[in-house]
């Protein structure tokens, strides 16, 4: 049985570096001890670096919150490459996440960030989730259309390195996450959504995440109920003792 991935975003937190480096220190104890998970953090750039284990540590990886849309290097003021990511030891990197398509990142881009770091073998996190629910249904045709656009162009070849967090965008920072049925039901629609895009073989193995509102309270309903194959989880991943209760929780999971 493979592992649970939980992926926290920091987003643009914590304010300082002493801060960022205290809450990996701890974060990175914990998940060193689990059995049955895997822990990804994803601190903003200038962190990346100071979060980094030396040597690496049972079970725990650093993860970037994007990449450009540029492969190469050039004149490309405030851009960070997926090259240059790998360069440094990260492992994953978020792609498409809600609060870049708010600023602008529509499918097209995203499918071009998700490019770059596939090709450069990096562990994509390609986040999708509708804006709204409506009783007609249509925020599953938004759904289809938001993941084969993202994937549009992707070799199959690559597919092996994607990883589907779903985020309704309506759960995101909320009071309260998604009901966990609902979890499953949309994560099996995602899971066909991508067999449709690269076989039926993918589709069966590709890891669906869900995000939105997580929290050390309901992560194990979530995962246990949603069955789902891990958590993208935003304010709770920088709530030191929350993230951590959060992680015993999920390891508990046989
Ligand atoms: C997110 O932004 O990816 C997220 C899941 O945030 P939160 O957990 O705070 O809802």
């Excluded at 492969?71 to 790998?86: F, P």
């Excluded at 629910?133 to 690559?158: C, F, T, V, W």
Aim: aromatic share 8%; net charge positive.
């Amino acid at each position: 049985m493979s592992k649970k991935l939980i992926v926290g975003n920091w987003k643009m937190n914590p304010a300082s570096l002493d801060e960022a480096k205290r809450l990996s220190r701890r974060i990175k104890s914990v998940a060193s001890k689990l059995q049955r998970t895997e822990t990804v953090v994803c601190p903003p750039f200038p962190f990346i670096g100071q979060t980094k284990p030396k040597i690496p540590v049972k079970n725990f990886d650093i993860g970037a919150q994007s990449a450009s849309i540029f492969a190469d290097t050039g004149a490309h003021t405030g851009e960070v490459s997926a090259n240059m990511l790998r360069d440094i030891g990260v492992k994953y990197v978020i792609v498409g996440h809600s609060e870049q398509r708010q600023n602008g990142d529509t499918d097209e881009i995203v499918s071009k960030r998700l490019s770059n770091v596939l090709t450069q073998g990096l562990i994509a996190i390609l986040c999708v989730g509708e804006k709204a629910r409506d009783e007609a249904g249509e925020y599953m045709n938004e759904l289809k259309r938001q993941i084969e656009q993202s994937l549009n162009n992707i070799p199959a070849k690559m597919a092996g390195n994607i990883i589907i967090a779903y985020e309704p965008v309506w759960a995101i920072g909320a009071k309260e996450a998604m009901l966990p049925e609902q979890i499953y039901e949309t994560s099996l629609f995602v899971k066909k959504i991508f067999a449709d895009v690269f076989g039926p073989e993918y589709g069966h193995r590709v890891r669906v995440l869900y995000g939105g509102s997580v929290n050390f309270r309901n992560a194990f309903e979530i995962m246990t109920v949603g069955k789902v194959d891990g958590l993208l989880v935003g304010r709770e991943s920088v709530n030191s003792p929350g993230f951590v209760e959060l992680l015993k929780a999920v390891d508990k999971i046989s």
